[in-house]
């Protein structure tokens, strides 16, 4: 079965960067990409990016050009996801989605479990 | 970038009601709309997909419906487990973008 398995939580300071994982089974991993999506404390969810696991091509939201990074190692089928010059407002529990064709539609199929970024000084 | 706006951010029902929530659009995106549930503490979990196909594993008693900008997710028959917060998500294009958000509640 897929799963989808993360990194655990993490507390940094602001300005400190934090890098995020998501180990993928069950599929052959570089068959389909991996979005990240981010939901802070009471709040709804965020797209962040995403991530091509076949050729590394990424697709950033605009909110997030320049301050964050998705990276996938092939030979471990894991994706990263780096934030930097982390703020008070990046407090949240970050999703790594796997998008899937469906009929008629594409959807966030696999999900995994989150990670807590708490920033704080 | 396309806005998904749902409505209503809260609603109270009880045990056996039906329900409804509401999903619009900015533009028009066909069906490529897709309806998540998802309970405290866990990611969310992906129920309908395409304005209205229900996922495998997904009771009956969720429906879905809708095109171009308006798109709606009924309950016919609460049951306690259906207590939880719907997002509505456009992937029509990217960015990828949700509603805000409609937290169901007992009444």
């Known amino acids: 079965q897929v799963q989808l398995v993360q990194s655990g939580a993490e507390v940094k300071k602001p300005g400190a960067s934090v890098k995020v994982s998501c180990k993928a089974s069950g599929y052959t991993f570089i068959t389909y990409g991996l979005s990240w999506v981010r939901q802070a404390p009471g709040q709804g969810l965020e797209w962040m990016g995403w991530i091509s696991a076949y050729n590394g091509n990424t697709n950033y939201a605009q909110k997030f050009q320049g301050r964050v990074t998705m990276t996938r190692d092939t030979s471990t089928s894991t994706a990263y996801m780096e934030l930097m010059s982390l703020r008070s407002d990046d407090t949240a529990v970050y999703y790594c989605a796997s998008e899937r064709e469906l009929t008629g539609t594409v959807a966030f199929v696999y999900w995994g479990q989150g990670t807590l970024v708490t920033v704080s000084s | 970038d396309i806005q998904m706006t749902q409505s209503p951010s809260s609603l109270s029902a009880s045990v056996g009601d039906r329900v409804t929530f509401t999903c619009r659009a900015s533009q028009n995106i066909n069906t490529y709309l897709n309806w998540y549930q998802q309970k405290p503490g866990k990611a969310p979990s992906l129920l309908i997909s395409a304005a209205s196909s229900l996922q495998s594993g997904v009771p009956s008693r969720f429906s879905g419906s809708g095109s171009g900008t308006d798109f709606t997710l009924t309950i016919s028959s609460l049951q306690p487990e259906d207590f939880a917060t719907y997002y509505c998500?456009?992937?029509?294009?990217?960015?990828?973008?949700f509603g805000q958000g409609t937290k169901l509640e007992i009444k």
């Open positions: 998500q456009q992937s029509y294009s990217t960015p990828r973008s």
